[in-house]
């Protein structure tokens, strides 16, 4: 299998925008061929320090935003070779509306799986 993290900075005021834009795309990725999984996820909790962690204690609710909110695509394929054919046409569809609400470029993570 192969394997996308995207991990997006959105501007605190295109939130609504953006998440409707993630179903879009989400919707679109589930019906090509070689598509396994796509999920995205909004940050809303942090580890309030590793001591929290190694006492089981549960993550803390963000409460407030300081410019941008955190989302994170992760998105699961047959293939290196699915991926570079369902990239141009997204890229084509949606490329433009993403921009507008990114305070800067995606970090983009690719890779096989181990286990």
């Known amino acids: 299998m192969f394997n996308e993290i995207c991990i997006y900075e959105v501007k605190l005021n295109k939130q609504d925008e953006v998440e409707e834009l993630m179903r879009e795309v989400a919707d679109f990725y589930k019906f090509q061929p070689g598509v396994i999984e796509v999920k ?23 409460t407030r935003y300081v410019d941008k909110v955190t989302y994170v695509l992760y998105w699961v394929l047959e293939s290196k070779e699915a991926h570079a054919a369902i990239y141009p046409i997204a890229l084509e569809k949606f ?3 993403w921009t507008r609400c990114l305070t800067t470029m995606p970090r983009i993570i690719l890779g096989e799986n181990i286990v």
């Open 40 to 62: 995205y996820i909004k940050r809303t909790h942090r580890q309030k320090d590793f001591n929290t962690v190694k006492e089981g204690q549960v993550p803390v609710e963000l």
């Open 95 to 97: 490329y433009k509306r």
